[in-house]
């Protein structure tokens, strides 16, 4: 059974770190482009980072370059975001998704509306 689940979130102060985990079990991560995506209730849910099959990366949302950094550690079967100098609008929960059409897929709003299997997620809550 396919599934990815979202660990790592927590409290942090204005300025701090966080690194996030999606963990793949069921097949090999390195085998799918794999996405991080982030929602505030109340909005549209948006797409932060994608790293692909081959370990290459799709440019940043504007709102986080420069800040957050994906990457991929095949042995632990694992995607992570780095997230660097996190503000409060940061705050929101985070998920992460396989996008088999590509990482070009990651800024669609009809596929993130359209993808079914979304999981819990990780809450991030950037506060003083």
């Known amino acids: 059974q396919m599934q990815l689940v979202e660990s790592g979130g927590g409290l942090v102060q204005p300025g701090g770190s966080l690194r996030l985990s999606c963990a793949a079990s069921?097949?090999?991560?390195?085998?799918?482009?794999i996405g991080w995506f982030r929602q505030v209730p109340g909005k549209e849910r948006e797409g932060v980072s994608c790293?692909?099959?081959?370990?290459?990366?799709?440019p940043n949302a504007d709102s986080v370059k420069g800040r957050f950094t994906i990457s991929r550690d095949n042995a632990k079967n694992t995607v992570y975001l780095q997230m660097n100098s996190l503000k409060p609008e940061d705050t929101a929960v985070y998920y992460c998704?396989?996008?088999?059409?590509?990482?070009?897929?990651?800024?669609?709003?009809?596929?993130?509306?359209?993808?079914?299997?979304w999981g819990q997620g990780t809450q991030v809550t950037v506060s003083s």
């Open positions: 998704a396989p996008l088999n059409q590509g990482c070009h897929m990651l800024y669609s709003s009809t596929w993130s509306k359209t993808y079914l299997h």
């Open positions: 069921g097949f090999p991560v390195n085998y799918y482009n």
């Open positions: 790293i692909s099959s081959s370990g290459t990366t799709t």
